[in-house]
């Protein structure tokens, strides 16, 4: 199943099986199966943290290649990210190794849901095809955290 | 590139090729790629925004324009947000078509740029009117003090799709 530009007809031309199955039966099945949502989230049982004051991924499974079939995809989402007392922690999305925008910044050190940092981005622009959706962050000083206990963080890539 | 509403075919009518380009490549390329979407996106540091109004005023720059073009009239909206109040409370409400819509937020918590002040909404409009430009757009207030919406730690973001 694949997505094919939806062609100009012209006077004359025969609408065969050929052409209604390519641009009518398998452009709907795509319409209909469009929405592609990744989940990035922490699968392990432990909390991830990060000293590293330049970008770096936040974890192994914040890393997405997604199929996307037109341009668009919106990213959703929050988790807790604090500090341990000092500087600030920047988190960022990166889609095919360039930094797209700058989410969220934290400078508390509470690892409570009153530290909860939501997040929301529409990203157009896209070229259909495979796309790399990459959560990035790093922290001024000090050691940053992705909460694990009390609120695992729930982020999604979806497109729309 | 527009929609337009898919006509109900009869016995002996011949498509022609203006028929199949409306009925079914533009049709089709709309909800593929064409659905309304807007964006108003205010950067971190973009520097705060406030008022001491203690009626509903316009957000500067939180509005979108759009036309609706689905039967559905469904817009998905989406509003990322801190918002703290010196003073009084801080209300943050949605308007449609310059008419009060939805009243989205109330907060007497300290003027501080601080994650507990943060906020994620989710709302969809229905039924709104189609092919006829719809406005979306934020509004706020405070009752006895100063309103902040924070744009210092934090991206202060309103998306909407057509869907």
């Known amino acids: ?160 | 590139m527009a929609y337009t509403t898919p006509v109900t075919w009869v016995d002996n009518t011949v498509p022609d090729a203006a028929d199949l380009n409306e009925q079914l490549r533009d049709n089709l390329n709309y909800i593929h790629s064409g659905r309304q979407l807007f964006q108003v996106y205010g950067a971190i540091g973009a520097g705060n925004l406030t008022t001491n109004s203690a009626a509903y005023v316009a957000v500067t720059g939180y509005s979108a324009t759009f036309t609706p073009q689905l039967p559905s009239g469904r817009i998905l909206f989406s509003l990322c947000f801190n918002m703290g109040a010196s003073g009084g409370t801080s209300s943050l409400a949605l308007y449609l078509n310059g008419v009060l819509h939805k009243e989205l937020w109330n907060n007497n918590s300290v003027n501080s740029s601080i994650p507990t002040n943060r906020c994620f909404v989710v709302y969809q409009f229905q039924s709104l009117t189609i092919n006829t430009p719809n406005t979306i757009a934020l509004y706020y207030l405070n009752s006895g003090g100063t309103a902040t919406l924070y744009r210092t730690n934090e991206a202060m973001v309103m998306t909407g799709i057509e869907f």
């Open chain 1, 1 to 160: 199943m694949a997505w094919t530009t939806p062609q100009t007809w012209s006077a004359g031309t025969l609408v065969d099986a050929a052409a209604l199955n390519t641009y009518l039966s398998a452009n709907m099945a795509e319409l209909a199966a469009i929405v592609i949502q990744q989940q990035f989230e922490n699968l392990g049982t432990s909390a991830i943290t990060t000293t590293s004051t330049t970008d770096v991924l936040v974890g192994a499974n914040f890393t997405k290649a997604i199929d996307i079939k037109n341009n668009r995809a919106l990213i959703i989402g929050s988790g807790i990210f604090h500090t341990a007392g000092a500087g600030t922690v920047i988190v960022s999305l990166y889609v095919n190794s360039v930094l797209v925008v700058e989410l969220t910044r934290s400078n508390s050190s509470a690892a409570t849901p009153t530290n909860v940092q939501p997040f929301l981005y529409q990203i157009t622009g896209l070229t259909p095809g495979t796309n790399q959706f990459d959560l990035y962050w790093r922290i001024t000083t000090g050691t940053a955290t992705l909460d694990k206990t009390n609120f695992p963080g729930m982020f999604n890539v979806r497109e729309n």
